[in-house]
Every structure is written in C-alpha cells, then in structure tokens.
C-alpha cells in the first residue's frame, strides 16, 4: 500500500479517498469493475477465513456498485465477477504453481504481499482458464488494478509475472521478448509494457 491515508484493500479509506479512486468509479467498465472486486475478495478472504459463497454473498450485496466510508465502488458484471472469484479459488493450486515458477528464485508467492498475491492470482485465472479474454489485455487489466492500490514498483511486477505466465500458457498471444529477456528475474519492469485493452 501506499499510505496510511489512502484506500485500503477493503476498498474503505483510513482517513479520504484519493480523488483518482472515486472518478475511476465512475468510468471503469463493469468487466474492469468485477476485476477490482475479485481481487477485494481475494484479501477479505485471506484475512478473515471467509468462504467463496459468503465472500460472493457479500460483495454483491454490499460493496459492487455502492458507496462505502465515503468511496464509491465501481459496478461490475456479475457473471464474471463470480467466475472469477470462483475459479480463482478452485485452481488456486495450479496457479500457484504457475505463479511460483513466474517469480524470482527465493521468492515463493507466499512471501508476497496479500493485495499482490490476489491481483497475481486473479491475472492468471483469467490467462489460463479464460481463453475468451485476450492476454495481453488481461494483462492490462491487472496491471491497471496494481495501480489502484500501489504507486510505486508493484504495478511493474505484476506486468513482469503475468507476461511471463501468459507466454507459458498462451506462447501464440505473446510476442517474443525483446532482447532475450528477464525470465525468472521477478523484477519490476522486466516484462514488456502493459498491452492495450482490447
């Protein structure tokens, strides 16, 4: 995170919500909004022990599209928001295993932070059990929901790890790299840069 006064994973603001938070909830697309509440959900499940239905429960109920502690949460398409909290869950295993061969040597996923690990692992759901989403637009997406949360390197990171997932599992959608590239480095910036929304 980026400070004690801006928003938190739970979407709620220590003391105010950048201005930047609220506009976007405005504008962001309800596909780029379930995006945001996965990845919510993710670190709500973490902390507390909640469940998949409690957690789908819950977010629908009082946090899509509803204005908490004075931030307004974008809306966002159901049906994908709830595969994607679902799937995410359900093939956490694999992509985990994913996840850990796309990071640094001597960093496991475990040792990453909570928020990171969830837009990390939502990133790589989506490139490899949702074929019907291009990755480098997913790729995008993630990284933009980095930004969110982070202001510095994270966003870097999460480009660099979910390039190196998606040329794994989807090596036809991806470009070669650029001057041998980085693998296995894990370092901000060592993808390529984040893709166009498509």
Known sequence: MTGTTETRPDGTAQDSAPEGIQETARTISPRSGARLAVVQALYEMDISGKGVLDALAEFEAFWIGQEVDGILHPKAETAFFRDLLRGTV??????????????????????IEIVLRAIMRAGAYELMFRPDVPAPAAI???????????????????????????????????????????????????????????
């Open 140 to 198: 995008s997406e993630y990284v933009d929901v980095a930004h969110s949360f982070y202001t510095a390197d994270e966003p870097g990171l999460v480009n660099a790890v979910l390039d190196r997932v998606a040329r794994e599992v989807r090596p036809g959608e991806m470009s070669a790299p650029k001057g041998g590239g980085n693998k296995g480095s894990g370092k901000p910036g060592s993808g390529k840069p984040p893709a166009k929304k498509a």
């Open 90 to 111: 359900e093939e956490q295993r694999a992509i985990d295993q994913k996840l850990d061969q796309a990071l640094a040597q001597g960093w496991p996923l475990r040792r």
